[in-house]
């Protein structure tokens, strides 16, 4: 007879830290790129970013429902794949009509996966390092908004590279607190 046990608080920390970690470098270089790139209009590089960004946010996503499995997370991570892959799909035919299409498409992303994370940041608290993501979710929400109220007049989509920055620090900030915890928490343990 096998038995499963839900996943232990430290190891999935453990995968936390190191994910947020690869999405930090992930992100900061992806958003440095992109702006280099940005002023060229949609030319195969900044559309072959644009079209990588949710594409890897689906594989992080998986990497975090592995980890995550059996916790209260787990159903909305799923969503967020679902979204990212959404976004991936919507974002082909949107560069296909410009960069207001382009804004319009990453600016619902932002909104819904925003709410996603910082919905999976609460119910994660006790793990710790999560109040970045909370923040970050949050944020996300309010910049997607800002990408919808101004994509009509949008000219570039460097803005998209400094949304993908503050991101980046998000989940760098959240990697350090999520290492700090553990430190604590294998310190704790020793004692006892």
């Given at each position: 007879?096998?038995t499963?046990?839900?996943p232990h608080?430290?190891?999935?920390?453990?995968?936390?830290?190191?994910?947020?970690?690869?999405?930090?470098?992930?992100?900061?270089?992806w958003?440095?790129?992109?702006?280099?790139t940005a002023?060229?209009?949609?030319?195969?590089v900044?559309?072959?970013?644009l079209?990588?960004?949710?594409?890897f946010?689906?594989v992080?996503a998986i990497?975090d429902?592995?980890?995550?499995?059996?916790?209260?997370?787990?159903?909305?991570?799923?969503?967020n794949?679902?979204?990212?892959?959404?976004a991936?799909i919507?974002?082909?035919?949107?560069?296909?009509?410009?960069?207001?299409?382009?804004?319009v498409?990453?600016?619902?992303?932002?909104i819904t996966?925003?709410?996603?994370?910082?919905?999976?940041?609460?119910?994660?608290?006790?793990l710790?390092?999560?109040?970045?993501m909370?923040?970050?979710g949050?944020?996300?929400v309010?910049?997607?908004?800002g990408?919808?109220?101004?994509s009509?007049?949008?000219e570039?989509?460097?803005?998209?590279?400094?949304?993908?920055?503050?991101?980046?620090?998000?989940?760098l900030v959240?990697?350090?607190?999520l290492?700090?915890?553990a430190?604590?928490?294998?310190?704790?343990?020793e004692?006892?």
């Open positions: 007879m096998s499963t046990s839900a608080p430290a190891r999935i920390a453990a995968t936390l830290r190191t994910l947020y970690a690869v999405r930090f470098v992930f992100q900061l270089v958003a440095l790129v992109l702006i280099l002023s060229a209009g949609l030319g195969p900044s559309v072959t970013l079209l990588l960004y949710p594409l946010d689906v992080a990497v429902h592995r980890a995550s499995r059996g916790t209260g997370p787990s159903p909305l991570l799923s969503v794949m679902g979204l990212s892959l959404l991936a919507g974002l082909v035919f949107a560069v296909a009509s410009g960069i207001p299409a382009v804004m498409v990453w600016g619902l992303w932002a996966a925003g709410a996603v994370q910082l919905v999976v940041a609460l119910r994660r608290r006790r710790g390092g999560q109040w970045p909370i923040l970050s949050g944020i996300s309010l910049a997607g908004v990408f919808l109220a101004g009509a007049n949008s570039s989509v460097a803005g998209v590279g400094g949304y993908a920055i503050l991101g980046a620090v998000f989940f959240s990697a350090i607190r290492q700090r915890a430190k604590l928490a294998s310190a704790g343990a004692r006892a």
